[in-house]
């Protein structure tokens, strides 16, 4: 079945370290998102990428690196620049002219 | 700036009182607008997709309409498992980014 697959589903990351998610999608969509999900704020654009080897920040982009080097994988690094990264994150594609969006499962990144 | 409001923020139900959730937004040019379920700890999964005022859709308890300024969720006969965060979200052109409001968390109580 299609779908995106987001790993792993909990990360634990100690400050000063940097984390990466994973994001993978076999939608052969081109369109790919990562959104950050707190409590009562709904969910914020971070970075999101329409082509290969190209890709745009979002509202919240400071702390946070993309790349886009294969149409399947988008994955996120969580720097330690980003001073709040407890939070659950959300991959997100559409394909091209395509209405709306199909989801991962998401992965909660907890800073101990 | 496209803009989307839900409300109320949260909603507490009995088993079988219907009732609606509020999607207002502004949007330069809709191109659709979706709604989705979201479950604690789990991606939105779609719910319905609206293109155009005067159109609905329905699927088991829930029914989606849309206006020129707003959307509602309608539930009828709600059960507890209906109970999630549903977010309203609004595309205004083709590759577009989607908008997307803050959500309505349902607990419906048996």
């Known amino acids: 079945d299609g779908g995106i697959t987001q790993s792993p589903k909990y990360l634990f990351r100690k400050e000063g370290q940097n984390v990466t998610l994973s994001c993978e999608q076999n939608?052969?969509?081109?369109?790919m998102y990562w959104y950050r999900q707190d409590p009562g704020q709904g969910l914020r654009l971070i970075y999101y990428s329409q082509i290969v080897n190209d890709f745009q920040k979002g509202d919240i982009a400071e702390g946070y690196s993309v790349s886009r080097e294969k149409k399947e994988s988008f994955p996120l690094t969580v720097t330690s620049a980003q001073k709040n990264p407890t939070a659950f994150y959300l991959c997100?594609?559409?394909?091209?002219?395509?209405?709306?969006?199909?989801f991962g499962s998401g992965t909660r990144l907890t800073v101990v | 700036e496209d803009q989307v409001t839900q409300s109320p923020e949260a909603l507490r139900l009995q088993e079988g009182e219907s009732s609606s959730l509020n999607c207002s937004y502004t949007v330069s040019g809709l191109r659709g607008l979706f709604w989705y379920r979201q479950d604690p700890g789990k991606g939105p999964e779609f719910l319905f997709t609206?293109?155009?005022a005067g159109e609905e859709k329905e699927k088991e308890r829930l029914k989606a309409t849309l206006t020129k300024k707003e959307s509602f969720l309608h539930i009828t006969a709600p059960k507890p498992e209906d109970s999630a965060t549903y977010l309203c979200?609004?595309?205004?052109?083709?590759?577009?980014?989607?908008?997307f409001g803050k959500g309505i968390t349902l607990s419906v109580r048996p």
């Open positions: 939608l052969n969509h081109d369109a």
């Open positions: 979200a609004v595309q205004p052109g083709a590759n577009s980014k989607l908008t």
């Open positions: 609206l293109y155009s």
């Open positions: 997100a594609s559409n394909p091209p002219q395509g209405y709306g969006y199909t």
